[in-house]
């Protein structure tokens, strides 16, 4: 999975961007868990404008 992102806010002068790679596996029909690492400071959380940030993750998925 890759995924790119972009934040403008003319208000503020800035723009911010960020980047993520993961890759997932499904376990079974239930669950699925995936590793990746992410780039940037772009948030899910548009209300903010945080430094940038990096790392690692884990997600797991599960689906009833």
């Known amino acids: ?3 790119v992102r ?3 806010a003319p208000r503020a002068n800035t723009t911010e961007y960020g980047a993520l790679l993961g ?3 499904e376990l079974n029909p ?3 868990i995936g ?4 780039w ?3 948030s899910d959380d548009m209300r903010r404008i ?3 940030r990096e790392g ?3 997600n797991i998925i599960g689906k009833f």
């Open 23 to 25: 890759v997932y596996r």
């Open 30 to 32: 239930y669950a699925r």
């Open 6 to 8: 972009a934040f403008h």
């Open 56 to 58: 690692v993750f884990l």
């Open 35 to 38: 590793v990746g690492y992410s």
């Open 40 to 42: 940037g400071g772009v």
């Open 50 to 52: 945080e430094r940038a």
């Open 1 to 3: 999975m890759g995924e």
